[in-house]
């Protein structure tokens, strides 16, 4: 990603199994990777991605490499994705996920995108 290969970084992390990936690849770099997918038209894999680095840890786990910032970021950007391929209700419950956590940095941003996802035609 660094040197410009996009879809050559996208190749060579699709090669490695998920336990891997999460093990030795930062949550920062995954972010950028899960938005390289999008822009590489794959969308479901973006979501997927975007999907996992937002996830909630499991009770009593501990995962220390769940950041907060690339978390919501990541909650973010998927919400902003699901937007954009008109998925109205799976935008609408990320954007009042993002909205429960409360992140002041991002107060603007999800009452926009709530109100962008409440004006999708229903059903999807």
Do not use: C, M
Not at 5 to 30: F, H, I, K, T
Not at 41 to 69: Q, S
């Amino acid at each position: 990603l660094q040197q410009g290969l996009g879809d050559g970084a996208l190749a060579l992390y699709d090669e490695l199994p998920d336990a891997d990936a999460r093990a030795s690849v930062p949550p920062s770099l995954r972010l950028r990777i899960a938005r390289q997918y999008e822009r590489s038209g794959r969308a479901d894999t973006a979501l997927h991605a975007f999907g996992a680095l937002h996830a909630r840890p499991e009770p009593g786990a501990a995962l220390p490499e769940h950041d907060w910032n690339v978390a919501s970021a990541a909650l973010i950007a998927h919400a902003e994705l699901a937007l954009k391929l008109g998925r109205r209700e799976e935008a609408r419950s990320l954007w009042l996920r993002a909205q429960a956590e409360g992140d002041p940095q991002f107060v603007q941003t999800v009452r926009q995108g709530l109100a962008r996802a409440e004006a999708l035609p229903p059903g999807r």
